[in-house]
């Protein structure tokens, strides 16, 4: 399977993990306030280049350093609605933000790879179908969610052991979001 067989159009939805695929991770901690946020390279063009394909764009992301009182939910409403904003200056686009406030033990449907983010995503945009869906995500979360409600997932990672132990999740591998987004273009 190719992305080009895939026949991508603005029927399609492109679900976005954040951190680790839009912005720098904080290894160990967690990104608290605006000025710990960080594009990673790249990311701004890629999100554009996704805005002229894709019909509908989505941030999914566990945030549990709300769950853990590390931040409020505040905090991160002012993160996002700036990351917006940076997003919308460059031409690019996000429709929604969908975040999970809870602890990996707290075993909350809403929190990634379980599927709750997706269903408030489908019930807020009635005409998302899955299966012409991507879940692009760092993570081997991100590629369980996306396979738990029927998604293609694209891995942005470049560790090997991961991918080939992994490769039933996986659909498509790239480094970065910028390489994904240039392959969606070379191949259109």
């Known amino acids: 399977m190719t992305l080009q067989n895939l026949n991508i159009s603005e029927e399609w939805s492109l679900f976005l993990d954040r951190d680790g695929v839009i912005n720098k991770r904080i290894v160990g901690d967690y990104i ?16 554009k280049i996704f805005t002229a394909i894709f019909g509908k764009i989505f941030v999914v992301t566990n945030q549990q350093g709300i769950g853990k009182g590390l931040m409020t939910e505040m905090d991160l ?19 929604k933000i969908y975040h999970s406030p809870y602890k990996a033990e707290e075993k909350s449907v809403f929190r ?18 899955f299966n012409k869906s991507i879940m692009a995500g760092d993570s081997i979360s991100d590629m369980q969610f996306g396979k738990n409600v029927g998604m293609t997932t694209v ?4 560790d090997k052991q ?3 132990q992994n490769m039933d999740l996986i659909d498509f591998v790239f480094p970065d979001l910028q390489s ?9």
């Open 155 to 158: 891995f942005i990672n470049d």
């Open 112 to 129: 990634k790879p379980n599927p709750g983010l997706a269903r408030k995503a489908k019930i807020d945009f009635p005409s998302i179908e």
């Open 32 to 47: 608290k306030k605006w000025d710990e946020f960080e594009f990673l390279p790249g990311v701004l063009d890629a999100i």
């Open 77 to 95: 409403e002012g993160i996002h609605n700036k990351m917006i904003e940076e997003i919308g200056y460059k031409g690019g686009r996000i429709n």
């Open 180 to 188: 994904f987004a240039e392959m969606l273009i070379s191949e259109s």
């Open 162 to 164: 991961i991918i080939e």
